[in-house]
């Protein structure tokens, strides 16, 4: 998976990149051609924002989520970003006639 993972305002720990990139690569099962991969890890306050950004041949799907759980946060922009591939994929699906 071709990804740059950036963290803002967050010490790089290996752990939470490879937490976050396991999750987001298991997109690759409905779109295999991914282009670039965008990740950004975040802490204001006491609250923390997980943000991505997948571009895909056919589109880009973008997610931005808040909790005051990193783990929880990563995990619900995985769900966000698998949902709106999906839909993406039925959209593209349905637009070359299969």
Not at 2 to 26: I, Q
Not at 69 to 83: G, K, V
């Amino acid at each position: 998976m071709p990804a740059y993972t950036g963290f803002y305002a967050l010490a790089s720990v290996d752990s939470l990149r490879d937490y976050s990139c396991a999750l987001l690569a298991k997109l690759e099962r409905y779109f295999e051609q991914i282009n670039n991969v965008v990740i950004m890890l975040l802490v204001e306050k006491s609250l923390f924002t997980a943000k991505a950004q997948r571009r895909l041949i056919c589109g880009q799907v973008m997610a931005e989520i808040q909790h005051d759980d990193m783990y929880a946060t990563i995990d619900s922009q995985a769900i966000m970003l698998e949902s709106q591939v999906l839909k993406l994929k039925k959209l593209t699906n349905i637009n070359d006639g299969t």
